[in-house]
């Protein structure tokens, strides 16, 4: 069973930045590729970034050149930089991996306002 524990989240105001950690409880993210997604109030869960184990990353439109997602191999951490944050990027934030079965951490709650 593989945990994944997300922190980092908090209460920031537009133009802001937060850096969201990822931590697994074992080595899932060198085998498999990770993603961030998020789910705000009254809407489906999307999908924010992903990381592949080859580095490669894709970002949804939204986040593109404002977020970056990265992995520490050695750590079994993954990361989210959100740069210049705004009001419409609150939701709750969350890691999740598939490998043999899917894993979701338990969220982490981003606030931009100010």
């Known amino acids: 069973q593989v945990q994944l524990v997300e922190s980092g989240g908090g209460l920031v105001q537009p133009g802001g930045s937060l850096r969201l950690s990822c931590a697994a409880s074992?080595?899932?993210?060198?085998?498999?590729?990770m993603s961030w997604y998020r789910q705000a109030p009254g809407k489906q869960r999307e999908l924010v970034a992903t990381?592949?184990?080859?580095?490669?990353?894709i970002y949804a439109d939204f986040v593109k050149g404002r977020f970056t997602i990265s992995r520490d191999n050695a750590e079994n951490t993954a990361y989210l930089q959100m740069n210049s944050l705004q009001p419409e990027d609150t939701a709750v934030y969350y890691c999740?991996?598939?490998?043999?079965?899917?894993?979701w951490g338990q969220g982490t709650q981003v606030t931009v306002s100010s």
């Open positions: 999740y991996v598939r490998g043999s079965a899917t894993y």
């Open positions: 074992n080595r899932i993210f060198s085998i498999f590729p």
């Open positions: 990381i592949f184990t080859g580095g490669n990353v």
